[in-house]
Every structure is written in C-alpha cells, then in structure tokens.
C-alpha cells in the first residue's frame, strides 16, 4: 500500500473493504459522522491516538497500521523482528513448546503468506514422497498441499480440502488486501486436481458430524482423518508476531490415533 496517499484515503479504501459507511465506523469509533467526513476528505487531521483508535475499529492489520502513521505524518509504532531476535524468545519458546507438545500429533507455524515457520517431527514424518523443490525454504504450506507434486495426490477428500483452503485464503485476502495473497489464490487455482484409480471415498463435513472440514490423508497400511486447528497469539505489538499462526491438526478417529502412535515410535 502507497504510503504517499493521505491518510484520509487510506482510512476510506479500508472502511470500504469492510463494506462499512461512515455512520458504521463513526458509531464503532465513538466520534461524529461529520469528523470522520473531515478526516476522510482531508479537511481536518486526525492525531496519532486518533489514526489507531480508528486503525483497531477496522481491524486492520499491524503492518497497514504503521502504513497510516506514517501517512498521517507520524512514526511508526509497530516493531517487526525476526522470531530469532532475544525480544521474541520468550514467544519463539511459546512456538516450540507447542508444537512438541502436540506430538505425536502434526502441528506447524505459518507466517501471514503460508510460508512454514517451524513444524514438529510428526509433520515431517507425513511428507513422504513429496518433490524436493516443495521443500526447499522458504516452503509455502498451501503449496506443498495442493501441488501435484506435493500431498495432493495423498489427499483422499482433495476436493472438499481444496475449496476449504481456498476460501481460507480469500477471506484472508479480503481482510489484509496483500497483493502477495492474491498471486499465491491464482496460482493455487490454476493446479489441476489430480485422480487417481482408487482413491477411497471422499470424506465430507457429514462424517465429522458435520462441524468441521476433515482433512484426510492416505498413508501406509490406510487413510489418516483429522481436524485442524488455528492459534494466534493474543493482542501482540509486534509484527511479526502479529502474523503467526499455529495449526495444529488432531485425529478423528481410533484408527489414526493409533497410526501415529506407530509412526513415532523408533525404526529398528
């Protein structure tokens, strides 16, 4: 996002991709219609307090926020470290507790473009079979799942898991408008689905009592079934913390509960 347009503009492009009117936001923010109309046309001059009042009402990302300080006149508030920085090691302990504390189950980190963080052993040993160059970093997760070459062809239930991930990503897009997101949807489309003679039955929302979205995966000796689920970290003021997820992926049944138990155990 140009950092050269007025803050007033900036302000109108995000109320608009919220689908809210100046009365919506005026009435979120607790300041008058009119001021807002001022501030959005340029006629009046929000201060720094004002630009993040009204920055946390539209839900905008930390990354966008220091955008609007910035044109707005202001300096930028929001730090963005590498998780290796001694300022994010008590949150890169956080990371690696939970991910090893979710074995012998999957679990990985994800930053805001699906690019892996880290990922636990149980992960790992699921990644058979897949091309070398998906692997090699940065590695983008929602490629790695939905490229022929990757666990695609191992997706028994590829169809309903595709369109999960995909509208995940346009919600995603829809709320960050990050123009890398976009590519990454295009070219996440553009990956035929693949068939295979044999593959089991696809599994549907229906089998899981119709909650969730199962994701499973043929494996040696059967069919993996899981669930997944997506942690943030609460109120962060950083960055790069701000955009982090964890997903972490639970059995769906006695049968892959068992699986995993035997693929962690030591090989001879």
Partial sequence: MNTARPIGDHLRAWRQRRRMSQLDLASEAEISTR?????????????????????????????????????????PVFPERQLEDPALQSARRAIDLVLAGHEP???????????????????????????????????????????????????????????????????????????????????LRAYPAPTRPGRPRETSPADFGGVVVPFSLVAEGGVLSFFSTTTVFGTPLDITLAELALEAFFPADAATVEALRHLAKPQD
């Fill in 105 to 187: 189950y999957p679990a990985l980190a994800v930053d805001r473009h699906w690019q892996l963080v880290a990922a636990n052993a149980a992960l790992r040993r699921l990644l058979v079979g897949i091309s070398a160059k998906l692997l090699t970093p940065p590695v983008n997760v929602l490629r790695l799942s939905l490229h022929p070459d990757g666990l695609a062809p191992r997706i028994a239930n590829l169809a309903q898991w595709r369109q999960h991930l995909l509208d995940r990503l346009r919600r995603q897009l829809d709320l960050s408008a990050d123009p890398v997101l976009s590519e990454l949807i295009a070219e």
């Fill in 35 to 75: 001021h807002l109309s001022f501030v959005e046309s340029g006629r009046a001059h929000p201060s720094r307090d004002m630009v993040l009042h009204l920055a946390e009402r539209l839900e905008i990302p930390l990354r966008d926020r220091n955008v609007l300080l910035v044109s707005a006149g202001f300096a």
